[in-house]
């Protein structure tokens, strides 16, 4: 082995051998969930995939068939000026994204207390850009809905059971 290989190695070696992993999503405690939600909502939506490509839990079609209920409330978007030109146009916007969750078991038991997330992006604006702008908007809707899901389904992995299985 030559020195390159060898100094190319060495960290990746040292990396390996502490322990170290990458956070991964490895499903959640419950054998069946349901998802109590606001009809159309992104992060619903979201969680609902990462939920199914789990392949751990089964979402139920109703609260009395699953093991605990995953309410989600307040789900809510916001756009608001950040800034102006010395000319009165908008060049900057703050992104908003309020929800909040808690979960129960069917017989009314609390799992986890409501919890909030917010969640702000800022975004620069520019009228000549309108569309590009538009799809950076959307875009960061999209990215803030999947933080707030992963958030959510972090929260819901650090749970216990209500039969007290893990």
Known sequence: MNRR????LTPALLVAGCGFQLRRYDGVPFASLYLDAPT???VAQ????LLVAGERTRLTATAAEAEAILKLSNDSRSKTILSLSGAGRVTEYRLGLQ?????VSPDGRV???????ELVRDLTYDDALL????AEEALL???MDENAALRILRRLQALKPANGRS
Do not use: H, N
Request: aromatic content about 10%.
């Open 5 to 8: 290989q060898f100094l190319a």
């Open 40 to 42: 159309g909502s992104p």
């Open 46 to 49: 979201r969680l609902r995939t």
């Open 99 to 103: 929800i909040s969750y808690s979960v």
């Open 111 to 117: 799992l986890a207390e409501t919890e909030g997330i």
């Open 131 to 134: 569309l590009a702008k538009g």
């Open 141 to 143: 809707y999209r990215d």
